[in-house]
């Protein structure tokens, strides 16, 4: 079965760190972008960042400049995304995508992942 499983999510208080992480089974990762986005209850979907396959290249929503890194490790199938100085308003739902190339990861993707749930929290 062809699918992506991300890991890594929980309570955290703000200012805290996470690291989630995005494995494939069943096919290799290493010929695909990997997008990280995520959702709010109540709230529109919306991308966090993003990198292309050999991880050259990465890409994240303006506001998340300096707190998040995406990064990939080909030879172990994964990619992870740091959280760093998490805020209330970064509590969502966060889902791994994979498509040929960034570009519109939010709304286009080959495979998404079930998501795992971030909850920042004093």
């Known amino acids: 079965q062809l699918q992506l499983v991300e890991s890594g999510g929980g309570l955290v208080q703000p200012g805290g760190s996470l690291r989630l992480s995005c494995a494939a089974s069943g096919f290799t990762l290493a010929g695909y972008a990997i997008g990280w986005i995520r959702q709010a209850p109540g709230k529109e979907r919306e991308g966090v960042s993003c990198?292309?396959?050999?991880?050259?290249?990465?890409n994240y929503e303006d506001s998340l400049k300096g707190r998040f890194t995406i990064s990939r490790d080909n030879a172990k199938n994964t990619v992870y995304l740091q959280l760093n100085s998490l805020k209330p308003e970064d509590t969502a739902v966060y889902y791994c995508v994979a498509r040929g190339y960034c570009g519109d990861y939010v709304s286009n993707y080959v495979y998404r992942g079930q998501g795992t749930q971030v909850t920042v929290s004093s």
């Open positions: 990198i292309n396959s050999n991880g050259v290249r990465t």
